[in-house]
């Protein structure tokens, strides 16, 4: 939807409300697509609102009466609500970043923002997994791609590809399948680069991993099941939005009947297998004690596998395998 109005008008043309302001600004900017994104940027929008006309909140409908002091009482108020538990310190990051989006949709420019969301709110965004990761035992991943062959052969192309690669999701259904398969012929690696978090693609992030005989079988199979005249997952005249809706969600349903909770668990048993492969020690999650005998290794394991997943930290792959302790 177009400005109601001039820029320079109450909520800088979007109208007198500040709750319905947020996401046609957000509209604007991502040209009436990325409905996902828009709508989790407009919910923590609404959020935000809520302080505003919250006791403790400015009292604000007009995004023109918002300057930068107004969004740090906000970090400070998301702050108190972590410090008492009430919130995920995960939740709190992505309201503020939001936030900053929204304010940037209706401005026009950045200069309104808080700069680091993460040092405003005083803590780092750190999961460390409690819980044993789904998807380690072989026989069962086998048992779960082969019902998912039955009725959804891509997904069952995404289970293979997450558990032996460790690709995330997006990454599987983008994945440029004959260069995968080229890069393995010539190299025995392949450079997952397509549909990675964050932009982290390219010359600048390489993300190499070595082939084995489980890599070299999800590439066929997944070049198998790629509709004609495509190079991955999707067919031509499909939209990722489509294909989360009708191949992605029916999927998790056989998933679950397997006992694994989502594509993303694959990734974890991944990412415990490197562990014991680089280490000869199970991961931490497993009960091993790297960590205690040889820091060093443990360390270099995490750093390894913090590559091959494709974060730019190394604390988030405790995330994966457990913790340091």
Known sequence: MALVGRRDGRNFGYGRQLSYAGPQALKDLFGG?????????????????????????????DARQIDRQTLLDYAKHLRHLVERS???????QNRLSSVNRTMAALRGDQYVKVPSPSKALGAQRITVRTTNPQGQDHEQVIRTVDALREQHPRAAAIAQLARATGMRLR????????RLKREAEHYD??????????????????RWIT???HIRAALRYAEQVSPDGSRNLLAPNESYLDFQREIVRPARDILHTHNLQGFHELRTAYACERYEQITHHLAPINGGRCRRLDPRLDREARLQISYELGHGRIDVVSAYIGGRA
Request: aromatic share 8%; hydrophobic share 35%; proline share 5%.
């Open 33 to 61: 697509g990325h409905y996902g994104t828009v709508k989790a940027h407009s919910d923590r929008w609404q959020a935000f609102v809520r302080w505003c006309r919250s006791e403790d909140g400015p009292g604000f409908n």
């Open 211 to 213: 082939v084995d005989d």
């Open 189 to 206: 690696k392949i450079n997952i680069q397509d549909g990675t978090k964050g932009g982290r693609g390219g010359a600048t992030a390489p």
């Open 171 to 178: 990454e599987a259904i983008l994945a440029d399948l004959p």
């Open 86 to 92: 009430d919130l995920a310190i995960a939740t709190a």
